[in-house]
Structure formats: structure tokens, C-alpha cells
């Protein structure tokens, strides 16, 4: 980490590899590095953090593991599929409304949820709506399946920190409001 948060340069003549130290002012670059210039309270920060990966990491899949099998049966949602040779831990958890099964809008079930005190996100909105974009004209409809696809996606909570109660009243939510809005 620190290697990499300065153009991959080592300073310290304990991690060097090679040529003779001709003085305090030598350096190698050990590593095509990005110039993130990372202060020294970050680095530090940071070091502190990824002793405690596995165990989020642990937490995570955990979650993960039980929104899979509540959801399973729930037909009102499309599911991410796991890939079951994949070793991954997601960052977010994402469900998508089927729109064949449930009868509100994304807007509806997202506010629904929120009134369940469950607080949902809607991320990756198609990057072509964006003023930047939308500008250099590139429109709406550019790709529609990625549209259709945005149109019913939110996430719900997934950190290391929430609590089996946090995740059992987001399973709840989940079911109660695909159960209430669910097509006849």
C-alpha cells in the first residue's frame, strides 16, 4: 500500500532490493504506482483497516448468505446470481423489482421501505443520463436494457457492522412490502 500511494517508490533502505545507497537521498521504484499521494495519517488509517478485511469480509458474506436464501422463493425480485466457484464478498446487496409480479414503481417500494425504517440506495444510474454526457449527445434509450434494468434495482443495507436483528428487520421489510404490493 504504501508503494503504491506514491508512484510505487521505496524510501526506506529496509524494503530496497537493489543498487548501492549512495546516501539519504536514495530511492528506487520498485512498482508503476499512482500519484494517490496518500498523507501519512491515511496510510496509517489504512493499515489499521485491512487488519480488520476478514472479519468484514466474513460479515459480509454472512448477510449476503441469508438476504440469498430469504429471497430465494420471493417472486417478486430478481436476485444476483452467485457464481458458485467465485470467491467474492459484495459491497453492496442488490435487489431488482420484477415488474411482471409487483404492482408499485421502484419510487414506491424504495418509500415503503424507508417508512419500514429500512434505508435503501439507488446506485449506478446509467452514466449516458448525465449532463456531462447528455451534452456531447449521447440521449436516453442509448442502451435499454441497462435502463429496464435500472428502473427496478435498489440496494438494501449490507455493511460488517449491522446486526442480526438489523438484517432480520431488512428481511422483513423486504417480504412484507413484496408480499403487500405483489400482482394477482
Known sequence: VNLLHSHGIEHEEAGMVGAPHEGMWYYEQQYLGF??????????????QLKKLPKFQKRRKEITARYNEAFADVPQLFLQKEIPTADTT?????????????????????????????????????????????????????????????????????YPMMSDEDVADTIHAVKKLCAYYAKE
Not at 444510474?125 to 440521449?139: D, L, S, T
Request: with cysteine.
Open 35 to 48: 500519484n494517490y499521494r496518500m498523507t501519512d495519517f491515511q496510510a496509517a488509517l489504512l493499515s489499521s
Open 90 to 158: 459484495r459491497h453492496l446487496y442488490m435487489i431488482r423489482l420484477n415488474p411482471e409480479r409487483i404492482s408499485c414503481s421502484r419510487a414506491e417500494f424504495f418509500n415503503a421501505m424507508s417508512a419500514e425504517n429500512v434505508q435503501c440506495q439507488v446506485h449506478y444510474v446509467p452514466v449516458y443520463w448525465f449532463p456531462y454526457y447528455q451534452a456531447r449527445g449521447y440521449e436516453k434509450g442509448l442502451c435499454p436494457r441497462a435502463e429496464e434494468i435500472y428502473s427496478g434495482i435498489m440496494s438494501i443495507p449490507l
